[in-house]
Each structure stands twice: as C-alpha cells, then as structure tokens.
C-alpha cells in the first residue's frame, strides 16, 4: 500500500511549456484533489473529483486542467506554465469529501 | 529548505508543557473541521478532526475544541514533545461544496 504518490519530485519549466504532475493513490479513494501552496500561505484548492469522471474548480483554478478517468489517477495538467505558477503542489486523497486526507509528498515546480 | 511558512507566526514551547494553536475560520456555514500537521519537506498529515455537532475532540495527546459561536477552533498538544516541532494548519468544509479552506498555519517550535 504506497498511499498517495507524486511524480515528479522537482520540475523546472521555461514560461509557456506545458507539462503534467502526476497523483495516483492506491487506497480506492473516490475523493482526490489538487493543492498548490506558498510561502506564507496555506494550501489553496485547484482542482478537486468527488469520482471517476466527475471534476471540478477549487480556488485557483486557472492556467490548470485536470481529468480522473480511473479511480486510481488524477494528474494535474499545467497548459503555459507562467512564473506565478512556482510553487510546491500536493495531491491528496480520501474516502470521501469529509473524511481525513492523506497527501502526496509534493511536486516542487519552479517556472523561470 | 523548506521555504513555506516563511513568516508565520511562531508558538515556541518548553519541552513537556502543553500547546495551544489557534485558528480563526472565516465560514459560519462550516462542518467540518480538520487540523494538519506538516513537518519541513512533506505532505501534511493528518491529525484530528470534528464536526459541527461537537464542541470538543481527544485523541492521543492532542484536543479539538470548537467554538462555533466565535468562528474559533483550537488544537492543544499535551506533553509537547521535540518530534511536535512542524507547521500546523486548520481546515474548514462546508457540507456539499467539496471545497477545503485552509487557514496559513502556525510553526510550533518545542524548546529543549
């Protein structure tokens, strides 16, 4: 049982290249979402799925997209990567929206 | 590093005396409600949680209290040990959005 995993660890993007971080939990949560945090500042949603084929915005959704096609997976799909998008992103899962949310170790991006 | 929390406020505690880490939420239509803890480097982890319909929470070592009157929460850690030294955050759900709101954290620092 691995929990939540992200890949990659680190990534440094060039302003507009695209690229996608990976979330896949292994515990058949249907609850999974994104989270970008910053320095000072407590974890902001960006994405969220309550199951398989059923997405939504959070609070910061622009410049991001994301799909869940299975259970298991929900990558996190950056379109023109931006500076203000340097940040450290989580993806988290759980049994369902109101239950505890275990976290992913994190995706550090840095857009130079 | 870690370069998140770089000015949150600060509780510093002597080894073995208690904690307690306030958190103001801004939503009275709130139900939910769930203290992280996320040590430098790493995904939050999960510590306790509560729901409207309680005032007060115990795990081990640790007490939610809720006051739903002033829109207040707070998390006391008895016994505070060195391995409580990390960045706490509170979390807020409104039933029916699917939406977390976290708070910006407080670093507790225990003092040998």
């Known amino acids: 049982n691995a929990g939540v995993t992200q890949t990659p660890k680190f990534q440094v993007l060039k302003t507009g290249q695209s690229m996608t971080l990976q979330c896949a939990q292994d515990?058949?949560?249907?609850?999974m979402s994104w989270y970008r945090q910053d320095p000072g500042m407590g974890l902001r949603l960006i994405h969220y799925?309550?199951?398989?084929?059923?997405?939504d915005q959070g609070e910061v959704p622009n410049g991001y997209n994301v799909s869940r096609s299975t259970t298991e997976d929900f990558p996190l799909r950056l379109l023109s990567a931006a500076p203000s998008q340097t940040s450290v992103y989580f993806c988290?899962?759980?049994?369902?929206?109101?239950?505890?949310?275990?976290f992913g170790p994190g995706t550090r991006l840095t857009v130079t | 590093g870690e370069s998140v929390g770089l000015h949150l406020p600060t509780l510093s505690v002597q080894e073995g005396d208690n904690s307690i880490i306030n958190c103001a939420y801004s939503?009275?239509?709130?139900?939910?409600f769930i203290w992280y803890k996320q040590e430098s480097g790493k995904g939050p982890q999960f510590i306790i949680d509560?729901?409207?319909?309680?005032d007060k929470r115990q795990g081990q070592r640790v007490t939610v209290l809720l006051n739903k009157t002033v829109k207040h929460l707070s998390l006391q850690i008895a016994a505070t040990q060195p391995g409580d030294s990390a960045v706490y955050f509170c979390?807020?759900?409104?039933?029916?959005?699917?939406?977390?709101?976290f708070g910006t954290g407080t670093r507790l620092k225990v003092l040998a």
């Open positions: 979390a807020e759900m409104t039933s029916g959005t699917y939406k977390y709101i």
């Open positions: 988290a899962s759980s049994s369902g929206h109101l239950y505890e949310q275990y």
């Open positions: 939503n009275s239509a709130s139900d939910y």
């Open positions: 509560i729901r409207s319909n309680m």
């Open positions: 799925s309550v199951g398989a084929g059923i997405t």
């Open positions: 515990m058949n949560h249907e609850y």
